[in-house]
């Protein structure tokens, strides 16, 4: 077996944090390459090298034995590199086969000549057994076809090699069924394939190989036959966990604080239900594209629900987030920058931000500045935050860990009874997790309901008194006390893949 | 992606070695790195060049930066106008200051929050015209007859308003009315149907004052009462700058100083300065210019604010409309025409409120207004038409747009 | 059911609003259903019409352009003075107007894309600056052209007037260039997405820079057009007209939030504001209420606008499980 592309000690660190680190690995020609890891393990890194979109900063690519360094996407592209991203890069308002053609259209007379686009592009959808018009637009297509869409654009373009991020989270079982029949003819007219997906019964049917990434190190790479599903988990996992997180302070009280009866919503969530004692922390483990961040949306007022209710100490909520807020519930978004901080204004306008209503005196709210002063000074102090001086400094200049610090200090200087944290160690070094714990567990001994949602199992199982898994926009069970299994979490998150 | 980006924890701002003998920086803002100015002098990485960078770079953030501008132009233009510095010319210049002081404040708000507001100029045509109709203390038929207003409105005697007590203030409050409806309309199809700013506002401008144009067909109001017009044109303190032994000083010799105009656009300023800066409602403004999602998710009422800052505009331009009229005496539907829009959009993103939002004070406002009023004032003595005038506002406009984007690139690079 | 109601409405919009118009008219004056009046209509929108077509370009990469009004008075200036200088005649004229306009989209572009400055911005104070610069090559007076131009535009081709020719002309070349080339398709695809279509391999600042151009060397040849029927240029012509401009545009289906529209709809838009106002006419509607009625139209079709993608916007969200029928 050759190597379509090979990784030589491949490595790549963003400002001294490395991503992916000495990777060695071979994609095998004609294969199928399963590339599996939990998230931050460094599978999109190593994949944004290979579709130039990313540099490397240390090792090489060989492509067929010759250095390969694509500059841009353009480049990976011309040398037969499909990406397909888990967001499709498609137009709504182009047709199917103007998609295919946008970056140069062949012509007749000077113009678009639409009979050999559309041509093309049923010749293409033949291949892929897709009964659509070429002449459809984007806009009228679901989900499945779309992805196929793109892999008519792969197919298009001669690629050699097809990477695939995650492509079946949206999709219906029928579709997925279709696409894994499209994938297996693909390796049979000789292209070769990576696929990253979570899904790993999908993974072991699916692949020829199957390579384990963990912390931008590869741990494991072996033809398929040899792994199990418990296999690919244990090589998933697998670091020492003691002492990376804080002992519990509190233990839960025995009154109900937060409650989400029968919550539903079509095609987000469906009869999510659960409650929250004060001083505990309920762990919500979800991959990507499990709803978790979708719920956590509902729960705060932002995105509509259509069934279900949600209910602080027994208080039923409703309203946007500005109600929500003044009932007691607080949230960190998953998205910091977006969602999160006004990265141009200063530390102390961004603390102050929720809850500076309070600082408001008559007449005409004119702000108490001492008062806001003396309490974003204590509550930085509170989270132990590491910047200069507050009033001055724009977030922006924040490292990531102190910057979560101040969205959770915001927070904070609102007293909320209940805290939904949304991945809220991403892109925070490990001393600024240890510190985010510290908090989560004060939050939780001040009497509050924490709901902790993450994608990292190991942080849930350090610092939550229960765990949820949730899957497809559904709970799909949950574990009720320490010690957790990790195995056993995964594997009901992973519960399609049975 | 099917992962985040994994750790990326950006480095403190460490202060390098050129800052340490520069002036003190405040700690964290990364001032002392000289080098990130490249903005400004690409390629003045070292020595002189990079400090003389740093500096330029620290004038142009400054609070007072289009103020040293307005000095220096004055300078610069002094000896080819002498008639500038004048003290009827610079009486002048002040007078002419005030009214769009006074709109361009509430212009402030808008952009603050990223939006926009083309319609103030309408707004002052169809306050004045609901202030002149109101508040008229004569009539003639001969010019007025085919308007709407008149014989319903106004006749002979004035408006409804003439020789009622109080009748003044409820004039006003009516012109400001006017313009608070029509920021509501703004405001309502912004925030909560989700319409661009610049096209609701564009339609504003055009219906509106095709509206005020209407009423009156497109003739003045008057004569309108003295109380009112004293509010344009009265003076508190006199400046005569003559021999002291001239037993009767000329009129024409006394210059105004503190007129009410000014008085009331200093109010108004002042007022606006501690709104924005200082209270609840300037946070949620700010907020919703940095970062409209974050605000939303903080809990700041997004849409009422929105609403808020395109009523706070209409009645700026409204309360504008007061002075305006009250220095013409007339009550006018085409007093905001055209080019004032420039005026007003030019002194405030020259002023250095950015046309991205979350940055921008009454101060700065101020000093924009100046060097707007200035512009204009100099064009004027040059003998240059009134087209020539616009043109070389147009240009000003592009130049201030590219300052803003050359600024609010420093201001990131200096952050980092 | 009220979803599919919903949709078909915001879908045909502007044909509702152009049978609506007519029915409006017709109840007030019913001799304004006649076949002469609309031949009248269409020869009054070419001007709209044409410009209307160039700054559709514009919309669709989600830009916009207010300097049109003063294009159209700059660029068939310049086209007039080349003719009493040079000698150039009428189609000379005709391609230098159209040299100029590009000139000026060239230089709204240079600010739009080199800059990075809000087009809005931009173009606002390009229409100020493009005026003074006419106002000052006239010494603001009128400028009045050689008798050929107006024989050249009250003539007509087999029956059919100068302008509509022109009119016609111009949808049909933006219709092609827009449906059947490759630079037509990638304004739709900058429009949906730019990250997107930068990604994939088009050159996005090249596509907005052209646009740019087309919208001004449009405006700038309807001016000519116009002027050709009137045979002087005064220093208020086109004043305002970019309000026309992109209402008929925006009346026609084409997007102020970018990706949808098309030349034919902006034409129709153009057709219908032009009945708007021939009817507003028609039915002795004073003179200073016609600007009311037709910002009163455009609030409309803003409005339908904005709703319209809202909508498009909820449908587009990303699901996480299958909806289940």
């Known amino acids: 077996m050759t190597a379509l592309l090979r990784f030589d000690d491949l490595s790549k660190s963003f400002f001294g944090v490395s991503a992916v680190d000495g990777v060695t690995l071979d994609v095998p020609e004609y294969g199928v390459l399963g590339l599996i890891g939990e998230n931050g393990a460094g599978k999109s890194t190593l994949m944004n090298m290979v579709g130039g979109v990313v540099e490397p900063s240390g090792g090489r690519m060989l492509w067929r034995g010759e250095p390969y360094a694509p500059r841009d996407a353009a480049e990976a592209s011309a040398r037969g590199v499909a990406f397909i991203h888990q967001e499709l890069n498609l137009f709504f308002n182009l047709t199917v086969a103007e998609n295919l053609f946008v970056d140069g259209f062949p012509k007749r007379f000077g113009l678009i000549d639409r009979g050999a686009i559309r041509r093309r592009a049923a010749e293409l959808m033949e291949a892929l057994d897709l009964d659509v018009s070429p002449d459809a637009l984007i806009e009228d297509l679901s989900a499945g076809e779309r992805q196929l869409v793109e892999i008519a654009k792969a197919l298009h373009r001669d690629a050699d090699l097809i990477i695939f991020d995650e492509p079946t989270t949206s999709l219906t079982p029928r579709e997925t069924v279709r696409l894994f029949e499209v994938i297996g003819r693909l390796k049979a007219q000789g292209k070769t394939i990576i696929y990253i997906s979570h899904v790993l019964g999908d993974v072991a049917a699916l692949c020829t190989h199957i390579a384990v990434l963990r912390d931008g190190t590869l741990v494991e790479a072996a033809p398929a036959e040899a792994f199990t599903i418990p296999r690919m988990i244990h090589a998933m996992i697998g670091r020492e966990l003691s002492g990376l997180f804080p002992a519990r302070t509190a233990r839960p009280a025995e009154e109900t604080v937060f409650s989400v009866a029968a919550l539903s919503q079509p095609g987000v969530i469906e009869d999510v239900s659960f409650e929250i004692k004060g001083g505990e922390i309920l762990g919500l483990f979800g991959l990507m594209g499990s709803g978790r961040s979708e719920l956590a949306r509902i729960l705060f007022g932002l995105d509509s629900h259509q069934g279900g209710a949600i209910a602080i100490d027994g208080r039923p909520l409703s309203g946007g987030a500005r109600e929500r807020i003044a009932a007691g519930l607080a949230f960190v978004t998953e998205d910091r920058r977006a969602e999160g901080l006004m990265m141009d204004a200063p530390i102390a306008d961004n603390l102050s931000l929720v809850s500076i209503a309070r600082f408001g005196r008559t007449p005409f709210a004119m702000i108490d500045t001492e008062a806001v002063e003396a309490d974003t000074a204590a509550i930085a102090d509170q989270v132990r935050l590491k910047a200069g001086n507050i009033r001055r400094q724009p977030a922006k200049s924040l490292s990531g860990g102190n910057q979560q610090k101040v969205v959770i200090g915001k927070w904070l200087m609102q007293n909320p009874r209940v805290f939904i944290l949304d991945e809220p160690t991403r892109g925070v070094d490990v001393g600024a997790k240890y510190e985010i714990y510290v908090l989560a567990d004060r939050l939780a001994a001040a009497g509050g309901a924490v709901l902790f949602i993450s994608s990292e199992i190991e942080e849930l199982m350090g610092v939550c008194d229960r765990i949820l898994v949730m899957s497809q926009g559904e709970i799909v069970g949950g574990f009720d006390a320490p010690p957790f299994e990790q195995s056993a979490i995964l594997s009901m998150a992973f519960r399609q893949a049975a | ?416 | 059911m009220g979803d599919l109601l919903a949709r078909l409405l915001l879908k045909n919009a502007t044909a509702l609003i152009f049978a609506g118009v007519v029915l409006l008219f017709y109840a007030q004056a019913p001799h304004f259903l006649s076949v002469e009046n609309f031949a009248n209509i269409v020869k009054q929108s070419s001007f709209i019409g044409i410009s209307a077509v160039g700054i559709s370009f514009v919309l669709l990469t989600r830009g916009i352009d207010l300097s049109v009004g003063s294009v159209m008075y700059l660029g068939p200036l310049i086209a007039g003075f080349a003719m009493r200088d040079l000698g150039i005649g009428v189609a000379g004229g005709l391609v230098t107007a159209a040299i100029a306009g590009i000139a000026m989209g060239a230089l709204n572009a240079l600010f739009i894309v080199r800059f990075n400055i809000a087009p809005f911005i931009v173009t606002l104070a390009t229409l100020f600056f493009f005026r003074g610069a006419g106002t000052w090559m006239t010494s603001s007076r009128q400028f009045d052209f050689d008798r050929s131009l107006l024989d050249f535009g009250l003539s007509s081709v087999a029956g059919v007037p100068v302008p509509v020719v022109f009119f016609v002309v111009f949808v049909v070349l933006a219709h092609i260039v827009l449906s059947r080339t490759t630079f037509g398709r990638q304004i739709y695809a900058v429009g949906a997405d730019p990250e997107v279509a930068r990604k994939a391999g088009v050159r996005v600042e090249f596509v907005k820079a052209r646009v740019y151009m087309i919208s001004s060397g449009c405006a700038a040849v309807a001016g000519f057009v116009l002027i050709a029927q009137i045979g002087r240029l005064d220093v208020a012509f086109g004043e305002g007209r970019e309000f026309d401009v992109i209402a008929a545009a925006v009346l026609g289906g084409v997007s102020l939030f970018g990706g949808i529209g098309s030349a034919l709809g902006a034409a129709v838009g153009a057709l219908l504001i032009q009945t708007v106002k021939t009817g507003l006419v028609f039915t002795t509607v004073n003179l200073y209420l016609q600007p009311i009625v037709l910002a009163g139209v455009i609030f409309a079709a803003v409005l339908i606008d904005s709703l319209r993608v809202i909508r498009l916007r909820a449908t587009r969200k990303r699901s996480i499980r299958p909806l289940t029928r």
């Open chain 2, 1 to 416: 992606m099917s992962e985040p980006a994994r750790s990326v924890p950006r480095p403190l701002p460490v202060a390098g070695p050129g800052g340490a003998g520069a002036r003190s920086a405040p700690p964290g803002i990364g001032r002392a790195d000289g080098a990130r100015a490249h903005g400004i002098a690409a390629g003045a990485r070292h020595g002189i060049l990079a400090r003389l960078s740093r500096r330029a770079g620290d004038l142009l953030l400054s609070d007072y930066f289009v103020l040293y501008l307005s000095l220096a132009y004055v300078l610069v233009l002094l000896p080819f106008l002498p008639t500038l510095s004048n003290p009827a010319n610079l009486s002048n210049v002040l007078s002419n200051m005030w009214p769009l002081l006074v709109v361009a404040v509430g212009q402030t708000f808008v952009l603050t929050i990223a939006g926009i507001d083309l319609s103030q100029g309408s707004v002052i045509g169809l306050a004045s015209v609901v202030g002149g109709a109101l508040l008229a203390v004569g009539g003639s038929g001969a010019v007025l007859e085919n308007a709407p207003l008149w014989g319903t409105v106004l006749t002979e005697e004035g408006g409804p308003l003439a020789g009622v007590p109080y009748g003044l203030l409820v004039g006003i409050v009516a012109m400001l009315v006017t313009g608070a409806i029509i920021g509501l309309i703004n405001g309502v199809s912004v925030a909560y149907l989700n319409m661009p700013p610049f096209m609701v506002t564009l339609v504003g401008l055009i219906g509106i004052g095709a509206f005020a144009i209407w009423l009156t067909q497109s003739e003045n109001i008057r004569p309108l009462p003295d109380s009112f017009v004293e509010l344009g044109k009265g003076d508190l303190v006199s400046v005569y700058l003559g021999a002291q032994d001239e037993p009767r000083i000329p009129r024409r010799q006394i210059y105004s100083f503190v007129t009410y105009p000014m008085v009331i656009a200093l109010l108004i300023a002042i007022g606006a300065h501690l709104l924005l800066s200082r209270t609840v409602f300037g946070r949620y403004v700010y907020a919703i210019g940095a970062n409209r999602r974050a605000a939303e998710i903080s809990g700041v009422p997004v849409k009422r604010i929105i609403v808020a800052v395109f009523i706070i505009s209409a009645v700026c331009a409204a309360a504008g409309s007061i002075l305006y009229s009250a220095r013409l005496e007339a009550g006018r539907p085409t007093l905001g025409e055209g080019a004032f829009l420039l005026d007003v959009v030019g002194a405030v993103v020259i002023g250095g409120t950015s046309l991205f939002g979350g940055k921008g004070k009454i101060i700065w406002t101020v000093w924009g207004v100046l060097f707007f009023v200035l512009l204009s004032n100099t064009l004027n003595l040059m003998n240059l038409s009134s087209f020539h005038i616009d043109m070389v506002k147009g240009g000003v406009i592009l130049a201030a747009a590219m300052l803003d984007v050359l600024r609010t690139r420093l201001m990131r690079e200096r952050a980092i």
